[in-house]
C-alpha cells in the first residue's frame, strides 16, 4: 500500500521543464533511489517531496495526506544533504539534537536519544567535536542521524556520497542500506551513480530530461532495460545497430554478417533494431584462418584493465565491440590480436528503433571514481 | 537552477533606497555645488571649472601628486615583489612575520607615524628632507605596503612558484632571467591591483603631507575648500574621479582573480 | 624503511632568509623607527630623563575630552556603521534581490570606502553646511531650519554623519562574505528539522555570524579612530578629536612640551592595539566557520 505517492508532478523553471509528469510510488519501508545524469530532475523531484519547493503541477501524498502545500517544516521529513549541512557553531551531539530541540523535547530525552543514533551511526565518540573537525564521511554520518532523530516519516538523501573518497562511498552506503533497514524507514535517495543505486535499493527509477525512463528491480533494469537511454546508462552496454533478415529465425544483419538472436524473433523483416549486449557475455577467441562467416571478427585494439577483468576492445569492419575477459585469460589476447566475437543468441535484448529517432547520447558524467 | 523567490523582500527595498539617498545626496550637492556661479550663488555656470583648469597650482600639485605616485609605485615593485617571491619560493616560515608587520601601519596610523618620522630624520639632508620625493615618498611606500603585500601574497599564491621556478631553472633560465621573464608575467594583474590601489592612496593621502607641509594635491583641495567654496565643489568632483577611475581600474584589472577592494589610510 | 628525502631545513632557513634583508631592513628605517620614536619619547621628559607624567596627564584636559570624543564618535559610526551595513549588506544579497544590485553595490562600496578625507568633508559641506543645497532645501520647500535648530554639520554629529560615509560602505565589503558564507543549505536543514526562520537566526545564523559582526564592528572602530583628514577637512581643526589635537600640538600650537604630542599618540596606539588584539580571533574563528 502507498505510503509516499508523487503524482504527476510538473516543474518549470523558465522554458526548461524540469519535471514532466513524474508518478512514483512507495510502499511503507521501500527504498527508491532515483538516477539520472546531471540535470535529468532528480533533485528538483526530491526537493519537491521535501518541500523547498512546490510544484506547478501534481502533488504529494504522505501516508494518504496531501501535503504539497505544507511547509517543509510541517512535514517531518528528514533529510539529508549533498555537503555543508551540519550547522558548524554547533557539535556533532547538539546537530543531532537540534530537531528535538525544537519539538520541545526535554533534555534527558534528547541526550538518550542522540545517544542512540550517534551510536547507531558509529560515531559514539564523536558528540564532542565540530563538524570542521570531522572528516567528510563522518559529517554525512551526524547528518543522517540528525535527519533521523527526529523519528521522521520518510528519509530523504540528495546525493549524499558524492563528495566523499570511493572508499568511503562504499562504505557508508552499505550502513545507510542497513540502518534503513533496520529501522523500516521509507527512504527516497537521489544519486547519478547507477552502481550506487543498483546495489542498495528495493526499486530503482531512471530519469531523463525531467522523465522516468524506467522504474523497476535493479536486477530488472540491469537485464532488462526498456529503453536505448536506460541501457546506455545502466552499467556498460554494447549497443548494435542491426536490422531484422528473418523474424522466424531470430536473423539479424549487423557490419555484413548474420546473427542469430533470439529476442528478434517476431520482429518484422526490415525493421531497424537495437542489439543490447553486455560485455561480460562477449566471448572471444583468437581468429583461426578466415572463420564462421556467421562471427564477428576484429582486432584487440585497446585493453583497459579494471581489476579482476579487462576490457577489451574489439574493432573491425562494421564491428565495433566491447568485451570484458577475465584478466588471466586477456593476457592471451593482445593488443594487435586478430580475434572472432560470439554473441550468444539469448544473452542479447533487442529495442526497436525508428527511423527518425536519434541514439541518445549520455551527457558526460564523471564516472564513480572520477570525482 | 534552483527555483528563486521571485519577489524582493520589502524590507530589502527600504534599506537600499535610504543606502542609495544617503549615498548619492553628497555627490549630487558637490555637483550643484560647482555649477553655482559666485555672484548670484545660484545655478548655473561652468565658471568654476573654467577656474580649475586655470589654476597653475591645480596642474602643479597634481603633477606633483601623480609623480609621487609613480615613484611610490616603482619603489614598492622593487621591494615587494623579489621580497615576496623571495619568502614564497625559499623561507615560507617568514610569511606569516611579514602579514603581522603589514598589520603594524593599521596600529600605528598616519598621525601618529608622521610625528615620529619627522623627528626621527630631521638631521637629514635637504634633499631627503625637505623634498617630498624623498622622505615623503619613504613613508607612503609604507603606507601602501599592507595592500600591496596582500595583493602581491594573493597572486603568488595563485600560481605554483616552486614549480614555475624549478621548471625555468631546469631550461637553463638565470634567476634575473627566471623572475622577469617567467614569475613576473603571472603576478602581473596581482602587481596592477596593488599598483592602483597604491596609487589611490598617495592621490588622497593628506594626513602626512598636511603635517610635514608638502603642497601635494589633497592639500591644494583643502586650500581650496578653505578659500574658495564654488570651485572646491569643481575641484572635490575632480578628485572622486581621479580615485574612482583609480579603483575601477583595480576591480576590472582583478576581475578574474576575485580581488577585493579594501580600504586605504591616511586619505581619511 | 626506505624515507623520501626530506629537505634539511635548519641550514637552508639560516641563509635564505637574508633574501628578505632589504625588505626588513625598509620596514626598520621608515616604520619600525619611527613607530618607536613616537612611542619611546611619550615617556621622555623635556629635561632630558624619564617620565611617566605625560602619559598619566592623559586623563586631564584637553585630552580627556579628546579621548572621550574620539571613543564616542568610533564606538557609534561603528555600531551604527555596523547595523546599516549589515541591513543593507543582507538587503542586497538576499534571495530574491536582483544579482546586479549585489554586484553594484559592492563595487560601489569599494570605491566609497575609499572616499575620505578632504573631498568628503567638502561633499557634506556642500549637502549640509549653512549653504549646503540639502540645508537650503529644508529651509526653502520644507520651512525646516535645521541651523536655526541648533544643528550644525561642525561638530561632532557633523563628523559622525560623515564619516558613515565611509564606514557603512567598509562594512559592506567586510561582511558580505560572511553573509554569503551562510549556506543555504543550513537554512533549509533547520527548516527541515522543523525551525521556523526565527529559531534557525537565533540558533545557528546569529551565532554563525556574530564573530564577523563582531570583527567587523572593531575594525570600523578603529578606522574611524585613526580618521584625521575627514575631520580636519570639516573643521579646520575645531572639533576635539584626538587625531586632531595631535596635529594641532605638532603643528606648534602649543609647544612647550613636544612629548604630550607623543603621549597621546601612545595612547592612540595603545586603543588601536587593544582593538587588534581582539580581532584577530574574531577572524580566525569567523573564517573557521565559513569552511
Given at each position: 500500500?502507498?505510503?509516499?505517492?508523487?503524482?504527476?508532478?510538473?516543474?518549470?523553471?523558465?522554458?526548461?521543464?524540469?519535471?514532466?509528469?513524474?508518478?512514483?510510488?512507495?510502499?511503507?519501508?521501500?527504498?527508491?533511489?532515483?538516477l539520472?545524469?546531471?540535470?535529468?530532475?532528480?533533485?528538483?523531484?526530491?526537493?519537491?517531496?521535501?518541500?523547498?519547493?512546490?510544484?506547478?503541477?501534481?502533488s504529494?501524498?504522505?501516508?494518504?495526506?496531501d501535503?504539497?502545500?505544507?511547509?517543509?517544516?510541517?512535514?517531518?521529513?528528514?533529510?539529508?544533504?549533498?555537503?555543508?549541512?551540519?550547522?558548524?557553531?554547533?557539535?556533532?551531539?547538539?546537530?543531532?539534537?537540534?530537531?528535538?530541540?525544537?519539538?520541545?523535547?526535554?533534555r534527558?530525552?534528547?541526550?538518550?536519544?542522540?545517544?542512540?543514533?550517534?551510536?547507531?551511526?558509529?560515531?559514539?565518540?564523536?558528540?564532542?567535536?565540530?563538524?570542521?573537525?570531522?572528516?567528510?564521511?563522518?559529517?554525512?554520518?551526524?547528518?543522517?542521524?540528525?535527519?533521523?532523530?527526529?523519528?521522521?516519516?520518510?528519509?530523504?538523501?540528495?546525493?549524499?556520497?558524492?563528495?566523499?573518497?570511493?572508499?568511503?562511498?562504499?562504505?557508508?552506503?552499505?550502513?545507510?542500506?542497513?540502518?534503513q533497514?533496520?529501522?523500516?524507514?521509507?527512504?527516497?535517495?537521489?544519486?547519478?551513480?547507477?552502481?550506487?543505486?543498483?546495489?542498495?535499493?528495493?526499486?530503482?527509477?531512471?530519469?531523463?530530461?525531467?522523465?522516468?525512463?524506467?522504474?523497476?528491480?535493479?536486477?530488472e533494469?540491469?537485464?532488462?532495460?526498456?529503453?536505448?537511454?536506460?541501457?546506455?546508462?545502466?552499467?556498460?552496454?554494447?549497443?548494435?545497430?542491426?536490422?531484422?533478415?528473418?523474424?522466424?529465425?531470430?536473423?539479424?544483419?549487423?557490419?555484413?554478417?548474420?546473427?542469430?538472436?533470439?529476442?528478434?524473433?517476431?520482429?518484422?523483416?526490415?525493421?531497424?533494431?537495437?542489439?543490447?549486449?553486455?560485455?561480460?557475455?562477449?566471448?572471444?577467441?583468437?581468429?583461426?584462418g578466415?572463420?564462421?562467416?556467421?562471427?564477428?571478427?576484429?582486432?584487440?585494439?585497446?585493453?583497459?584493465?579494471?581489476?579482476?577483468?579487462?576490457?577489451?576492445?574489439?574493432?573491425?569492419?562494421?564491428?565495433?565491440?566491447?568485451?570484458?575477459?577475465?584478466?588471466?585469460?586477456?593476457?592471451?589476447?593482445?593488443?594487435?590480436?586478430?580475434?572472432?566475437?560470439?554473441?550468444?543468441?539469448?544473452?542479447?535484448?533487442?529495442?526497436?528503433?525508428?527511423?527518425?529517432?536519434?541514439?541518445?547520447?549520455?551527457?558526460?558524467?564523471?564516472?564513480?571514481?572520477?570525482? | 537552477?534552483?527555483?528563486?523567490?521571485?519577489?524582493?523582500?520589502?524590507?530589502?527595498?527600504?534599506?537600499?533606497?535610504?543606502?542609495?539617498?544617503?549615498?548619492?545626496?553628497?555627490?549630487?550637492?558637490?555637483?550643484?555645488?560647482?555649477?553655482?556661479?559666485?555672484?548670484?550663488?545660484?545655478?548655473?555656470?561652468?565658471?568654476?571649472?573654467?577656474?580649475?583648469?586655470?589654476?597653475?597650482?591645480?596642474?602643479?600639485?597634481l603633477?606633483?601628486?601623480?609623480?609621487?605616485?609613480?615613484?611610490?609605485?616603482?619603489?614598492?615593485?622593487?621591494?615587494?615583489?623579489?621580497?615576496?617571491?623571495?619568502?614564497?619560493?625559499?623561507?615560507?616560515?617568514?610569511?606569516?612575520?611579514?602579514?603581522?608587520?603589514?598589520?603594524?601601519?593599521?596600529?600605528?596610523?598616519?598621525?601618529?607615524?608622521?610625528?615620529?618620522?619627522?623627528?626621527?630624520?630631521?638631521?637629514?639632508?635637504?634633499w631627503?628632507?625637505?623634498?617630498?620625493?624623498?622622505?615623503l615618498?619613504?613613508?607612503?611606500?609604507?603606507?601602501?605596503?599592507?595592500?600591496?603585500?596582500?595583493?602581491?601574497?594573493?597572486?603568488?599564491?595563485?600560481?605554483?612558484?616552486?614549480?614555475?621556478?624549478?621548471?625555468?631553472?631546469?631550461?637553463?633560465?638565470?634567476?634575473?632571467?627566471?623572475?622577469?621573464?617567467?614569475?613576473?608575467?603571472?603576478?602581473?594583474?596581482?602587481?596592477?591591483?596593488?599598483?592602483?590601489?597604491?596609487?589611490?592612496?598617495v592621490?588622497?593621502?593628506?594626513?602626512?603631507?598636511?603635517?610635514?607641509?608638502?603642497?601635494?594635491?589633497?592639500?591644494?583641495?583643502?586650500?581650496?575648500?578653505?578659500?574658495?567654496?564654488?570651485?572646491?565643489?569643481?575641484?572635490?568632483?575632480?578628485?572622486?574621479?581621479?580615485?574612482?577611475?583609480?579603483?575601477?581600474?583595480?576591480?576590472?584589472?582583478?576581475?578574474?582573480r576575485?580581488?577585493?577592494?579594501?580600504?586605504?589610510?591616511?586619505?581619511? | 624503511?626506505?624515507?623520501?628525502?626530506?629537505?634539511?631545513?635548519?641550514?637552508?632557513?639560516?641563509?635564505?632568509?637574508?633574501?628578505?634583508?632589504p625588505?626588513?631592513?625598509?620596514?626598520?628605517?621608515?616604520?619600525?623607527?619611527?613607530?618607536?620614536?613616537?612611542?619611546?619619547?611619550?615617556?621622555?621628559?623635556?629635561?632630558?630623563?624619564?617620565?611617566?607624567?605625560?602619559?598619566?596627564?592623559?586623563?586631564?584636559?584637553?585630552?580627556?575630552?579628546?579621548?572621550?570624543?574620539?571613543?564616542?564618535?568610533?564606538?557609534?559610526?561603528?555600531?551604527?556603521?555596523?547595523?546599516?551595513?549589515?541591513?543593507?549588506?543582507?538587503?542586497?544579497?538576499?534571495e530574491?534581490?536582483?544579482?546586479?544590485?549585489?554586484?553594484?553595490?559592492?563595487?560601489?562600496?569599494?570605491?566609497?570606502?575609499?572616499?575620505?578625507?578632504?573631498?568628503?568633508?567638502?561633499?557634506?559641506?556642500?549637502?549640509?553646511?549653512?549653504i549646503?543645497?540639502?540645508?537650503?532645501?529644508?529651509?526653502?520647500?520644507?520651512?525646516?531650519?535645521i541651523?536655526?535648530?541648533?544643528?550644525?554639520?561642525?561638530?561632532?554629529?557633523?563628523?559622525?554623519?560623515?564619516?558613515?560615509?565611509?564606514?557603512i560602505?567598509?562594512?559592506?565589503?567586510?561582511?558580505?562574505?560572511?553573509?554569503?558564507?551562510?549556506?543555504r543549505e543550513?537554512?533549509?536543514?533547520?527548516?527541515?528539522?522543523?525551525?521556523?526562520?526565527?529559531?534557525?537566526?537565533?540558533?545557528?545564523?546569529?551565532?554563525?555570524?556574530?564573530?564577523?559582526?563582531?570583527?567587523?564592528?572593531?575594525?570600523?572602530?578603529?578606522?574611524?579612530?585613526?580618521?584625521?583628514?575627514?575631520?580636519?577637512?570639516?573643521?579646520?581643526?575645531?572639533?576635539?578629536?584626538?587625531?586632531?589635537?595631535?596635529?594641532?600640538?605638532?603643528?606648534?600650537?602649543?609647544?612647550?612640551?613636544?612629548?604630550?604630542?607623543?603621549?597621546?599618540?601612545?595612547?592612540?596606539?595603545?586603543?588601536?592595539?587593544?582593538?587588534?588584539?581582539?580581532?584577530?580571533?574574531?577572524?580566525?574563528?569567523?573564517?573557521?566557520?565559513?569552511?
Open positions: 500500500m502507498a505510503y509516499l505517492e508523487l503524482k504527476g508532478l510538473e516543474r518549470d523553471f523558465g522554458t526548461v521543464k524540469a519535471l514532466d509528469g513524474i508518478e512514483i510510488s512507495l510502499d511503507q519501508g521501500e527504498f527508491l533511489s532515483l539520472g545524469p546531471s540535470g535529468c530532475g532528480k533533485t528538483t523531484a526530491l526537493r519537491l517531496v521535501a518541500g523547498f519547493d512546490r510544484p506547478d503541477k501534481g504529494i501524498v504522505v501516508d494518504g495526506k501535503v504539497t502545500h505544507v511547509s517543509p517544516s510541517k512535514r517531518d521529513m528528514g533529510m539529508v544533504f549533498q555537503a555543508y549541512s551540519l550547522f558548524p557553531n554547533m557539535t556533532a551531539s547538539q546537530n543531532v539534537e537540534f530537531g528535538l530541540k525544537i519539538r520541545g523535547r526535554h534527558g530525552d534528547r541526550h538518550k536519544r542522540v545517544g542512540e543514533l550517534l551510536e547507531l551511526v558509529g560515531l559514539a565518540q564523536a558528540g564532542d567535536r565540530y563538524p570542521h573537525q570531522l572528516s567528510g564521511g563522518m559529517q554525512q554520518r551526524v547528518a543522517l542521524a540528525r535527519a533521523l532523530a527526529i523519528e521522521p516519516r520518510v528519509l530523504l538523501l540528495d546525493e549524499p556520497l558524492s563528495a566523499l573518497d570511493a572508499k568511503v562511498r562504499l562504505q557508508l552506503r552499505e550502513e545507510i542500506r542497513r540502518i533497514l533496520e529501522l523500516g524507514i521509507t527512504t527516497l535517495y537521489v544519486t547519478h551513480d547507477q552502481e550506487e543505486a543498483l546495489s542498495i535499493s528495493d526499486h530503482v527509477a531512471v530519469m531523463y530530461s525531467g522523465r522516468i525512463e524506467q522504474m523497476g528491480s535493479p536486477a533494469m540491469y537485464s532488462s532495460p526498456a529503453t536505448p537511454f536506460v541501457a546506455e546508462f545502466i552499467g556498460t552496454m554494447n549497443r548494435l545497430e542491426a536490422t531484422v533478415l528473418d523474424g522466424g529465425t531470430g536473423a539479424v544483419e549487423y557490419g555484413g554478417v548474420t546473427l542469430t538472436v533470439n529476442a528478434a524473433r517476431d520482429r518484422a523483416r526490415g525493421s531497424r533494431v537495437l542489439v543490447l549486449v553486455r560485455p561480460e557475455t562477449v566471448e572471444l577467441v583468437p581468429a583461426n578466415d572463420g564462421d562467416p556467421n562471427t564477428l571478427v576484429g582486432d584487440v585494439v585497446t585493453q583497459t584493465f579494471l581489476g579482476p577483468v579487462t576490457r577489451l576492445k574489439v574493432l573491425g569492419p562494421g564491428t565495433d565491440l566491447i568485451a570484458d575477459v577475465a584478466t588471466a585469460k586477456a593476457a592471451t589476447l593482445p593488443v594487435g590480436t586478430r580475434v572472432t566475437a560470439t554473441v550468444p543468441a539469448e544473452g542479447a535484448r533487442l529495442l526497436e528503433l525508428s527511423d527518425e529517432e536519434p541514439l541518445p547520447s549520455i551527457p558526460e558524467e564523471p564516472g564513480p571514481s572520477g570525482q | 537552477m534552483m527555483a528563486r523567490l521571485r519577489r524582493i523582500a520589502p524590507s530589502a527595498y527600504i534599506w537600499l533606497f535610504l543606502a542609495a539617498v544617503y549615498f548619492v545626496l553628497p555627490l549630487l550637492a558637490t555637483f550643484l555645488f560647482s555649477l553655482r556661479s559666485n555672484q548670484t550663488g545660484k545655478c548655473c555656470t561652468l565658471h568654476s571649472y573654467g577656474w580649475v583648469i586655470h589654476n597653475g597650482d591645480f596642474w602643479h600639485t603633477k606633483i601628486s601623480f609623480v609621487l605616485a609613480l615613484e611610490t609605485i616603482v619603489i614598492c615593485l622593487v621591494l615587494f615583489v623579489p621580497t615576496v617571491y623571495w619568502v614564497h619560493l625559499k623561507v615560507p616560515r617568514l610569511r606569516p612575520v611579514i602579514a603581522f608587520i603589514a598589520l603594524v601601519p593599521f596600529v600605528v596610523p598616519p598621525i601618529v607615524m608622521v610625528i615620529g618620522l619627522l623627528n626621527v630624520y630631521r638631521g637629514t639632508p635637504a631627503f628632507y625637505d623634498k617630498p620625493w624623498g622622505i615618498c619613504a613613508v607612503y611606500v609604507i603606507l601602501a605596503f599592507p595592500y600591496m603585500f596582500f595583493a602581491l601574497d594573493a597572486g603568488f599564491r595563485s600560481i605554483d612558484v616552486h614549480t614555475l621556478t624549478e621548471a625555468s631553472q631546469s631550461l637553463g633560465a638565470s634567476w634575473p632571467t627566471t623572475l622577469f621573464k617567467v614569475i613576473l608575467p603571472n603576478i602581473r594583474v596581482a602587481a596592477l591591483a596593488g599598483s592602483f590601489l597604491a596609487l589611490a592612496i592621490m588622497g593621502e593628506f594626513t602626512i603631507a598636511n603635517l610635514a607641509q608638502f603642497h601635494t594635491f589633497p592639500i591644494f583641495l583643502q586650500y581650496v575648500n578653505e578659500t574658495q567654496a564654488y570651485p572646491a565643489g569643481a575641484v572635490t568632483l575632480m578628485s572622486f574621479g581621479i580615485t574612482w577611475a583609480a579603483m575601477l581600474s583595480l576591480l576590472f584589472v582583478g576581475r578574474g576575485g580581488a577585493r577592494p579594501t580600504l586605504i589610510a591616511g586619505g581619511r | 624503511m626506505f624515507r623520501p628525502d626530506v629537505k634539511s631545513g635548519r641550514s637552508r632557513l639560516s641563509l635564505a632568509w637574508i633574501g628578505a634583508l625588505f626588513f631592513a625598509y620596514t626598520l628605517l621608515f616604520l619600525f623607527l619611527p613607530a618607536g620614536e613616537v612611542l619611546v619619547g611619550a615617556f621622555k621628559s623635556v629635561h632630558g630623563g624619564w617620565t611617566l607624567s605625560n602619559v598619566t596627564g592623559l586623563r586631564h584636559e584637553p585630552y580627556y575630552t579628546a579621548f572621550k570624543t574620539s571613543i564616542e564618535v568610533s564606538l557609534v559610526t561603528a555600531v551604527i556603521g555596523g547595523i546599516a551595513g549589515f541591513g543593507i549588506a543582507y538587503a542586497a544579497i538576499r530574491g534581490t536582483p544579482r546586479w544590485v549585489r554586484s553594484g553595490l559592492t563595487t560601489f562600496s569599494g570605491v566609497a570606502a575609499n572616499f575620505g578625507g578632504i573631498p568628503l568633508a567638502f561633499a557634506f559641506i556642500a549637502t549640509l553646511g549653512t549646503g543645497i540639502a540645508t537650503q532645501f529644508m529651509k526653502n520647500q520644507l520651512h525646516i531650519d541651523y536655526g535648530n541648533g544643528f550644525t554639520l561642525f561638530s561632532k554629529t557633523g563628523v559622525e554623519i560623515v564619516y558613515l560615509y565611509f564606514q560602505p567598509l562594512m559592506i565589503l567586510v561582511i558580505a562574505p560572511a553573509i554569503d558564507g551562510l549556506k543550513w537554512r533549509e536543514a533547520a527548516s527541515n528539522l522543523g525551525a521556523s526562520p526565527f529559531q534557525f537566526w537565533r540558533y545557528v545564523g546569529v551565532p554563525v555570524l556574530m564573530p564577523s559582526m563582531l570583527g567587523a564592528v572593531i575594525l570600523l572602530f578603529g578606522n574611524s579612530f585613526a580618521a584625521y583628514a575627514t575631520a580636519y577637512g570639516l573643521t579646520s581643526g575645531a572639533v576635539s578629536l584626538v587625531p586632531i589635537l595631535i596635529g594641532a600640538y605638532y603643528s606648534g600650537n602649543v609647544l612647550d612640551n613636544p612629548h604630550l604630542a607623543q603621549a597621546m599618540a601612545f595612547g592612540m596606539f595603545l586603543v588601536l592595539a587593544v582593538m587588534m588584539v581582539a580581532y584577530i580571533p574574531l577572524q580566525r574563528r569567523s573564517a573557521r566557520w565559513s569552511k
